[in-house]
Every structure is written in structure tokens, then in C-alpha cells.
């Protein structure tokens, strides 16, 4: 549910450099869950499927820097 100053506060400072932050720390724990899964697909059996993992994470990292806080 939305408050009568939402669209308000999106453009608010404070507002933008937590935005920045929680994107940024998205960003980072998709990157770090990349190279987890490559890692652990180099000592596994069946290495495809983690590779698929650890591309998807680095398409979802990539796709966080396009959003912008107009898009939620």
C-alpha cells in the first residue's frame, strides 16, 4: 500500500543513496554466488548444471544495474 508521499521520496537523497546501496549489495552477492557455483562446478560430477547456475547469477547482476527506483 502506498502513502500519499511516495512518489516524493523517491527522488529524496536519502532515498537514492540507500537505493544505490541495496542495489550495489545485490549486485555483489549475485557476483559472489557466480563464483561459488564455478568453483564448486570444478569439483563436481556434473559441473552443467552449476554452470547454468553461476550464469544465471551473472545475468540477474547485470540486470540490477539497468533498475532504477521508477521500476518498483
Do not use: I, T
Amino acid at each position: 500500500m502506498r502513502y500519499a508521499g511516495a512518489m516524493s521520496d523517491s527522488k529524496n537523497p536519502e532515498f537514492m543513496r540507500g537505493w544505490e546501496e541495496a542495489v550495489a549489495a545485490a549486485r555483489a552477492w549475485h557476483e559472489a554466488k557466480a563464483k561459488q557455483c564455478l568453483v564448486l562446478a570444478r569439483r563436481s560430477r556434473f559441473p552443467k548444471n552449476l554452470e547454468r547456475e553461476s550464469e544465471v547469477h551473472v545475468q540477474s547482476a547485470a540486470l540490477l544495474a539497468m533498475l532504477s527506483p521508477d521500476d518498483v
